[in-house]
């Protein structure tokens, strides 16, 4: 039921609209970071990803906080341009998309809280560093594109992205291997879902064409 409600959705008027936006925005799109890497990735026959984690106190979190609240910014958003700046010191390119990824559970159908899966859907994110002048002017425009996208999001980021690459001529490319996830504000991690079952000793997530995936 959830499929075939996501099938319909893509073509209603809402997926039309949002064609005609992605559409007019793609001629502008810019690629994914360009940076310096020690092999080709298509190179790479068995690929493993490594889970590097840092925690905040509570007294970093809350300055944190208190920095984006000051800027007219979510937390997520705050951190999210940190990340792309930091990505933008090592970039060739300085102007790139990140892929931020949603949380896309169709609540409308019966019985769909009692369903467990992974309801994540993607958007391909445009980020300007390039002629931002200051941490602050970054962080509001990305956080302000990235409304602007989510009132177009009818229309699936893969798609978005596989207009992209028939642009490109790049069939099968990951365009946009650099992503950003953020569970701030939703009272806790993805993983607190699964500790009802047990401890968790560990954990993976081994996505293929992606390189980095940071996680808040």
């Known amino acids: 039921d959830h499929v075939a409600r996501i099938e319909r959705r893509s073509l209603s008027p809402a997926a039309d609209r949002a064609r005609d936006y992605w559409d007019r925005r793609l001629p502008d799109l810019p690629l994914g970071p360009d940076l310096p890497l020690a092999r080709v ?3 790479i026959r068995n690929a493993r990803f490594d889970r ?7 007294a970093s979190r809350a300055r944190v906080g208190a920095i984006a609240r000051a800027q007219g910014l979510t937390e997520s958003a705050f951190l999210m341009a940190l990340y792309a700046r930091t990505l933008a010191v090592w970039s060739a390119n300085p102007d790139f998309c990140l892929t931020v990824t949603l949380f896309s559970r169709d609540s409308a159908g ?3 809280a009692g369903v467990i899966g992974d309801f994540t859907s993607i958007l391909p994110l445009e980020i300007r560093c390039g002629d931002a002048p200051d941490m602050a002017t ?8 990235l409304w602007q996208d989510l009132d177009h ?3 699936s980021g893969i798609e978005v992205l596989a207009r992209l690459n028939a642009r490109e ?3 099968g490319r990951a365009l946009a291997p650099y992503v950003f996830t953020s569970g701030l504000g939703t009272g806790g991690s993805y993983l607190d879902a699964f500790s009802r079952f047990g401890r968790i000793v560990d954990a ?3 996505t293929p064409q992606l390189l980095i995936d940071h996680q808040a």
Not at 52 to 58: E, G, H, P, S
Not at 138 to 145: C, E, F, G, M, S
């Open 41 to 43: 990735p298509s190179d």
């Open 52 to 58: 590097v984690q840092t925690r905040l106190d509570a």
């Open 110 to 112: 019966p019985d769909m």
């Open 138 to 145: 970054l962080a509001r425009r990305t956080q302000d594109r």
């Open 153 to 155: 999001n009818a229309l």
């Open 169 to 171: 001529g790049t069939h």
């Open 204 to 206: 993976a997530v081994q």
